[in-house]
């Protein structure tokens, strides 16, 4: 059993003296873990995308990979502290959320694309957004077109913590203690936010992650980007 793909790397965990069991987002055959022998640690780290082979006697073995590095995203942050935190937190999700080796080529090219904006100075309103996509790649996306109660798509300010559909100022004014701020840079069309708004969009994503994927909780990357960034 074989094949080969483009791959992002989630995560490396040490195996022995000298190799890993790394897992990776591969683009045609979903988050897949394999057995990387020693001297490559440097290519697998978290974040690189790589071109990996991975063979193994029977489908359902752990199996090992030879990997080709094609971009070391992780190496041009590592001076910088809040961007390799937004990496970090972003592989975790994707390693926390995907169903083992079942194909998932948007979340794929949505990390890839995340990864790339992270050298931009909106990076942190990139990372919000992709949340919100991941979301949706996993079933359970919001709905921020129009208001849940009048239909309308004016001046959409809050979303339900309920259904996950956005709410007008002047519907959810009676009831605003009780529902999420929604950003307007996550509307059809936005741009980047500000720091208040990535914030609540940030929190808004957390949100739904935990009650619809994440009964465990957030990842300890995906907090600690917050704690860094929002505290």
């Not at 591969?26 to 995308?49: E, F, S, W």
């Not at 992780?74 to 999700?93: E, H, K, N, P």
């Not at 992650?209 to 917050?226: C, S």
Request: glycine share 12%; with cysteine; proline share 3%.
């Amino acid at each position: 059993m074989e094949w080969s793909d483009d791959a992002i790397v989630l995560s490396t965990r040490r195996h022995g003296e000298s190799s890993a069991i790394v897992t990776l987002m591969t683009r045609d055959h979903g988050r897949h873990a394999g057995l990387v022998h020693g001297g490559k640690r440097a290519i697998v780290q978290p974040g690189n995308r790589v071109h990996a082979h991975w063979r193994a006697r029977l489908a359902e073995h752990l199996g090992t990979y030879r990997c080709e590095l094609t971009h070391a995203f992780a190496a041009t942050l590592m001076d910088d502290a809040a961007r390799l935190s937004g990496l970090s937190a972003a592989c975790a999700m994707v390693e926390a959320t995907m169903p083992e080796r079942q194909p998932h080529e948007a979340v794929f090219d949505g990390l890839e694309a995340f990864l790339s904006a992270l050298g931009g100075e909106t990076w942190l309103s990139a990372y919000v957004k992709w949340e919100l996509e991941l979301l949706g790649e996993l079933g359970f996306g919001l709905d921020l077109s129009q208001c849940a109660a009048t239909g309308g798509n004016d001046r959409l300010v809050y979303v339900s913590p309920k259904s996950g559909r956005a709410v007008s100022a002047s519907a959810g004014e009676p009831y605003k203690d009780k529902l999420l701020a929604l950003p307007g840079f996550l509307l059809p069309g936005g741009g980047a936010g500000g720091a208040d708004e990535v914030a609540d969009g940030f929190r808004l994503t957390g949100y739904f992650l935990e009650r619809h994927v994440l009964d465990g909780g957030l990842p300890a990357a995906r907090r600690r980007l917050g704690a860094r960034l929002f505290t």
